[in-house]
């Protein structure tokens, strides 16, 4: 019983721990990153394709990427999904490829990003927070319902709390990572 609630708390936080990391992934920073454009769809034939499915990406340096897709009629709807998207980045089309140049991000930029981090590191804390409220809840439901000694209950608690605290320090080091990354000129 009480193994099976901190699997279900361990899977949520990991669950907002990833979920973070994609959130993370979708700063964009200075550097040119082809993870920028995973969220971006392009409609292919009437169905919303991710760019990375039509197309190589490659970074030929830190400010530029370039997307080649495989079938060139698709280049004016790869530009017209990027253009559409909250990418912030106008694509030159030069009839067989696009270039996204990333400029240099600017100081008061890179503070509003490292605050949207922030918010996003805010975001999975409480969610592993209310994971750790919702376990600390079944195990008192168990204690009431089903006759759980109350030390296993006290054991359980000071358990799910370790692993509360071990989650919020990984959020905290992907955070510090992030803001370093922002930062960094």
């Not at 100081?107 to 919702?134: F, G, I, P, S």
């Not at 809840?137 to 509360?164: F, H, M, S």
């Amino acid at each position: 019983m009480v193994d099976e609630i901190m699997l279900n708390a361990e899977e949520r936080m990991q669950k907002a721990l990833s979920s973070l990391g994609e959130a993370f992934s979708s700063v964009r920073t200075g550097r040119a990153n082809a993870m920028v454009l995973d969220r971006i769809r392009v409609d292919y034939y009437g169905a919303p394709t991710p760019v990375n499915q039509l197309a190589g990406v490659k970074t030929p340096d830190a400010h530029l990427l370039v997307i080649e897709p495989w079938d060139k009629g698709s280049l004016g709807a790869i530009e017209h999904a990027i253009l559409e998207s909250d990418l912030g980045i106008t694509p030159t089309n030069d009839g067989s490829v696009i270039r996204l140049s990333f400029p240099t991000l600017t100081e008061e930029r890179r503070r509003e990003l490292v605050k949207q981090c922030k918010a996003y590191a805010e975001e999975a804390r409480v969610a592993v927070r209310n994971a750790r409220r919702d376990a600390n809840t079944a195990v008192e439901r168990a204690v009431k319902n089903d006759g759980l000694p109350e030390d296993d209950q006290r054991r359980a608690e000071a358990e799910i709390q370790k692993l509360t605290d071990k989650y919020i320090a990984q959020v905290e080091e992907l955070f510090k990572k992030k803001e370093a990354e922002v930062m960094e000129i």
